[in-house]
C-alpha cells in the first residue's frame, strides 16, 4: 500500500473548530446543488425524459450555458472546504474527512454534517460506513 501525504494533519481540536464553518459552508452547498438538480429535472422534464442525467455538469452546461453559475459557486464553496486540508467526500450527506495521525498511521477523522463534534475515524482505504468512535467522543451520534 502506497502511503498517502497529505499537507496537513489535523488534532480533533483543530477539526473540532472548524465544524461551525464547514457547516455553513455545506448547507450553501447543498442548496445549490438542490438547486442545480431542480433546473436539470425542469430541463429533463420538458425534454420528455423521466431520469434526468446530471452526472456530466460540463455537458450539461455546453446545453444550457444558464448553469454555469450555480456549478461555479458549488466549485468555489468546495474549494473553500479543501483550502482548510479537509476533504469533501459526500454533498448530500455532507462529510468531510480530515487527515490525522494516529498511532504512528495517517487516518481520517470523519465527521457528518449535523454532528456537533468530530466523534469517529477510519482508515485512508474505507470510508463512512467503517468509523470507528474515537476514545471518549459521544458514541450517540455515530450511525
Known sequence: MVKQRFEKLFSVEEANQLIPRLENLIAQIQTRA???R???EQLAEKRGEEQP???DFDEVVKQH????EIGEDIGVLVGEIH????ILKDIDLGLVDFPHEMEHETVF???QFGEPVISAWHT???GFGARRPLAGAPK???N
Do not use: A
Open 140 to 142: 450517540r451520534f455515530l
Open 53 to 55: 442525467e446530471y452526472n
Open 65 to 68: 450555458p444558464e448553469l454555469r
Open 124 to 126: 485512508i482505504d474505507t
Open 109 to 111: 477523522l470523519c465527521w
Open 38 to 40: 431542480e433546473h436539470v
Open 83 to 86: 483550502s482548510y486540508g479537509c
Open 34 to 36: 438542490n438547486q442545480l
